[in-house]
């Protein structure tokens, strides 16, 4: 497996590809165009980021770049020192640390216009100075890379990510291009993680340009509010063991769909996909 490139390499640059990536999305953007044809037969992979593509190597490593970032949005970092955020997407980091100072949900989402950009250059600052600040999950690079050159699957992202920090920690490890283009799901369309997959249906809907079942959906994540969000819009659900906060035993008690220790095994992984 190829060792993870150096921030600076990798993702300083945003808005610079490697002739390899843009190989890559082209060859993406022309799968895209025949989606309509078989949308019957098509399966969307709704791919979680935290735990379940990657890792943070610093815990709370996060809390760095939030913290001025919403003082500076919002005037205060609220209760985010304190509080606990497995499976919270950004914008719910946001409100459920600014709420008990009058904040609403609506406000939170109004001010991302402003945010993203000062998001996005507080995060890169941070990751750049850190040495190996992400982990990659087992197995992720491989079936990323299988599900992308098979017509029946659709990669795209369903995370409480906000789009700037998935693309900057997807690219440092050249995963970006397997979701560039695609009808991606991000933690600024809500800050209720089960919105996001009632979400993804008109989004993914839309840009195949044919109805869906929820069948046709299935959803990869490493927590509980991963399984909720796929109940509550009828998708499959793929649960890995592979997050900090929750065990295989714990995951088990949701009842998803499908519950692996990781992604490793891709030929297991890719019978499921089919199957499932």
Do not use: C
């Not at 609506?106 to 190996?132: C, H, N, W, Y």
């Not at 490890?173 to 695609?182: M, P, Q, R, S, V």
């Not at 959803?219 to 991963?226: C, F, K, L, S, Y």
């Not at 399984?227 to 890995?240: E, Q």
């Amino acid at each position: 497996m190829r060792e993870e490139k150096n921030y600076k390499e990798a993702g300083k640059k945003l808005d610079i590809e490697s002739s390899k990536s843009k190989v890559s999305i082209e060859n993406q953007n022309s799968k895209f165009s025949s989606l309509k044809s078989h949308s019957s037969f098509l399966r969307i992979l709704l791919w979680d980021i935290d735990g379940t593509l990657m890792s943070s190597s610093v815990h709370g490593a996060f809390k760095k770049y939030f913290a001025p970032v919403m003082e500076k949005i919002y005037g205060s970092s609220g209760k985010l020192a304190d509080l606990q955020v497995s499976g919270m997407t950004d914008t719910q980091i946001f409100y459920e640390s600014l709420k008990d100072e009058g904040f609403t949900p609506e406000q939170i989402l109004g001010a991302m216009e402003k945010l993203l950009p000062i998001f996005k250059r507080a995060m890169s600052d941070v990751i750049e100075k850190t040495e190996k600040p992400y982990q990659l999950k087992p197995g992720v690079r491989e079936i990323l890379a299988t599900t992308a050159e098979n017509p029946r699957f659709l990669n795209a992202l369903l995370t409480g990510n906000l789009s700037v920090a998935a693309e900057i920690k997807l690219r440092y490890f050249d995963l970006w291009k397997y979701f560039e283009g695609a009808p991606n799901i991000f933690g600024e369309v809500s800050h209720e993680r089960r919105e996001l997959g009632l979400a993804a249906v008109k989004t993914v809907g839309k840009f195949v340009g044919a109805r869906l079942k929820p069948e046709q959906f299935i959803v990869i994540g490493d927590t509980p509010n991963d399984i909720a969000a796929a109940r509550a819009f009828g998708a499959r659900m793929i649960s890995v063991a592979t997050g900090s906060k929750h065990s295989r035993e714990e995951l088990a008690k949701f009842k998803p769909d499908v519950l692996l220790d990781d992604l490793s095994d891709t030929e297991k992984v890719l019978h499921i996909l089919e199957t499932l």
